[in-house]
C-alpha cells in the first residue's frame, strides 16, 4: 500500500504564503499515473479538488480551480519525488485540512495522505 505523507502546514495570516509538500513511499509521480491532486476539506464542508497535474510526454499540466487561480500553483520536482502547492495571497477562506491524493488508476490504486491543516487567520 502506497503511503502520502504531507507537510508544510500551519497557521498564517491573510495575504501570507505557505508551501505544502507531499511525498510518497514508492515512485508513483510518473507518466503512467492518471492525476496527482492537492484536496481540501473545510469544517462542514465537502472535500473539493483544489489542483490536478499530469506528467505527460510534453511535460507536466496543471490545472487549479477558479477560486484559487493566480494564488496557488501545483508542482513535481524535477525527481519525480514530491508533489507540491505553493500557495500565495491566502484568505481566510482557505482554512482546511488538505489532501494529497494520487490516482493511479484501477481498482484500489487511489492513495490518500493523513492531511496536513491549514488556518489562515490574523
Known amino acids: 500500500q502506497v503511503q502520502l505523507v504531507e507537510s508544510g502546514g500551519g497557521l498564517v495570516q491573510p495575504g501570507g504564503s505557505l508551501r505544502l509538500s507531499c511525498t510518497a513511499s514508492?515512485?508513483?509521480?510518473?507518466?503512467?499515473?492518471?492525476?496527482m491532486n492537492w484536496y481540501r476539506q473545510a469544517p462542514g464542508e465537502q472535500r473539493e479538488l483544489v489542483a490536478t497535474a499530469r506528467i505527460t510526454n510534453n511535460g507536466p499540466q496543471t490545472e487549479v480551480i477558479d477560486s484559487v487561480k493566480g494564488r496557488f500553483t501545483i508542482s513535481i520536482d524535477d525527481n519525480r519525488e514530491t508533489l507540491y502547492l505553493q500557495m500565495n495571497s491566502l484568505k481566510p477562506e482557505d482554512t482546511a485540512v488538505y489532501y494529497c491524493?494520487?490516482?493511479?488508476?484501477?481498482?484500489?490504486?487511489?492513495?490518500w495522505g493523513q492531511g496536513t491543516q491549514v488556518t489562515v487567520s490574523s
Open positions: 514508492e515512485n508513483i509521480f510518473s507518466i503512467y499515473t492518471k492525476s
Open positions: 491524493n494520487v490516482d493511479e488508476g484501477g481498482v484500489g490504486r487511489n492513495y
